[in-house]
């Protein structure tokens, strides 16, 4: 069974640029995250999907942060303008959502660093 | 609110030698715990979880945890490390019910092993 995917793996960008992340889940893997990871620190919830609504995106900057869930499949995180502060792994993961305790499987992360 | 404590940010061991690293928590409702390793450029791995029953759980590698509910503690153990269990280490929660899965993190535990 394939894993989370993500990509780009390493991104390097000036701040006040633009950047993007995706995702690709587990094949039909109903919830999808994405954490923040900033050195140091344990990852931080940015947003939660359940298919393609959003069920959770209250630690989301949304002046510069958007993330969409098309067809409830993979999904794409953006910053836009990115500041020094964005610098961080970011991580995805996904579950199944079904009844009782679902564990969580996370993608090998994107790693930002603004300059 | 939850939250997650880690009360060692490094840890160093050497080889055979046992180690235990510290959690605490804090939630108003019966939670879930989880702990993740993290290797250098990779995604979080699940080590071991308690949902209920029994209090220690065992993991994969070797580790172990014990939930106590009085101390709000878990702790995770091994009695032997090796070079290869070098990595930083997650405690998390979830609160269960309405928060569809989302992880709460602690800061994290780095753990060297030296030969």
Same mark, same amino acid.
């Given at each position: 069974?394939?894993?989370?995917?993500?990509?780009?793996?390493?991104?390097?960008?000036?701040?006040?640029?633009?950047?993007?992340?995706?995702?690709?889940?587990i094949?039909?893997?109903a919830t999808?995250?994405?954490?923040?990871?900033?050195? +140091?620190?344990?990852?931080? &919830?940015? @947003? $939660?999907?359940?298919?393609?609504?959003v069920v959770d995106d209250s630690q989301l900057p949304k002046d510069r942060f958007s993330a969409e869930?098309?067809? +409830?499949?993979?999904?794409? &995180?953006? @910053? $836009?303008?990115?500041?020094l502060e964005d610098s961080a792994v970011y991580l995805c993961a996904s579950n199944p959502a079904l009844a009782g305790y679902n564990e969580q499987f996370f993608g090998p992360g994107t790693r930002l660093t603004v300059l | 609110a939850q939250s997650v404590t880690q009360l060692d940010s490094q840890v160093p061991v050497f080889e055979e030698a046992p180690v235990e690293l510290r959690c605490n928590y804090s939630s108003s409702v019966s939670v879930y715990l989880f702990w993740y390793v993290q290797y250098p450029n990779q995604g979080l791995?699940?080590?071991?979880?308690?949902?209920?029953?029994?209090?220690l759980v065992k993991g994969i590698n070797g580790f172990e945890a014990e939930f106590n509910k009085s101390q709000t503690s878990f702790h995770l153990r091994k009695p032997s490390v090796h070079i290869s269990d070098t990595a930083e280490y997650f405690c998390a929660l979830n609160a269960g019910g309405t928060s569809y899965g989302k992880l709460t993190f602690g800061q994290g535990t780095i753990l060297t092993v030296h030969p």
């Open positions: 069974e394939a894993g989370v995917a993500q990509s780009p793996r390493y991104k390097i960008i000036e701040k006040r640029q633009s950047v993007a992340f995706w995702c690709n889940p094949s039909g893997h999808l995250y994405w954490y923040q990871q900033i050195l +140091g620190q344990g990852p931080k &919830l940015l @947003i $939660q999907f359940q298919n393609n609504g869930r098309l067809k +409830g499949v993979d999904s794409t &995180l953006k @910053i $836009q303008p990115a500041k | 791995q699940l080590l071991l979880k308690y949902l209920s029953g029994s209090t």
